[in-house]
């Protein structure tokens, strides 16, 4: 069986998998002792190890052992890539793109060889779109809903508010509405942007990934809602690897 992880920069994601069967899959935090709970299989059934990973250095290094103690099976670590069959990265220095940007749009390319747009609602918001031929068009890196209730929080610190999910882009008539309708309002504008970016490039669909796909939708994105395309993407590459 093969291991599957795709860790961010505090939560993951875990799959095992034998062959294109999901054997198991669940989350964790990369800061908890047991990342991976749920994960049961024996050190002897888990063959290989494949990392998708946005995670700070230590962090990385840290799983990195953890899971050389969980198993002997050798652990591969995947990066981005400046191309991989038709697709093709429009990062000139692409080692600095996100891997888990790369990983979701193989994943994407990979099955619909059309025109798509990714967008992973994460700590940060990514967009990337791809063309009909597999060319990557560029994308945009936002702030995501956490990181920017933690910005208000911190550096705004007599504005005092409960954070509250709303889909609510109406004007506000308290300080807490305020910002949470403000959240959802420049959410919004991003959803109107990604929609008239895929008009003008001719793309077909839109991806959404991540764990604020669903406030998204809920602001009106028209987009296909696909939990695990970091690490479908990660296991076609994996497996292309070493089919070799």
Not at 130 to 141: A, E, M, N, P, Q
Not at 169 to 179: R, Y
Not at 208 to 230: C, M
């Amino acid at each position: 069986m093969k291991l599957l992880v795709d860790a961010g920069n505090s939560r993951l994601k875990w799959r095992l998998a034998q062959g294109v069967q999901v054997i198991a899959e669940g989350v964790g935090r990369l800061d908890d002792a047991d990342p991976m709970p749920g994960l049961e299989a024996s050190s002897a059934e888990i063959a290989a190890v494949a990392v998708s990973t946005v995670a700070a250095e230590d962090k990385r290094l840290a799983l990195q052992a953890f899971l050389e103690r969980q198993t002997k099976a050798p652990v591969r670590f995947y990066w981005s890539e400046p191309e991989r069959g038709d697709l093709v990265n429009a990062y000139t220095d692409y080692l600095k793109m996100g891997a888990d940007r790369w990983h979701a749009m193989y994943g994407a390319w990979a099955h619909y060889r059309q025109g798509v747009a990714v967008v992973d609602a994460g700590s940060a918001v990514t967009v990337d779109y791809v063309d009909g031929s597999g060319r990557h068009l560029g994308g945009f890196i936002l702030p995501g809903l956490q990181m920017m209730l933690r910005s208000l929080k911190n550096d705004a610190a007599r504005i005092g508010f409960d954070p509250d999910q709303v889909l609510e882009t109406s004007p506000g008539h308290s300080t807490g509405e305020c910002v949470n309708h403000g959240l959802a309002w420049l959410s919004t504008g991003m959803v109107e942007r990604v929609h008239a970016d895929v008009r003008k490039f001719g793309l077909e669909r839109i991806l959404v990934t991540g764990g604020d796909a669903d406030r998204l939708l809920g602001l009106g994105l028209s987009a296909e809602i696909r939990p695990q395309l970091v690490l479908d993407g990660l296991a076609l590459i994996d497996s292309e690897d070493h089919a070799q």
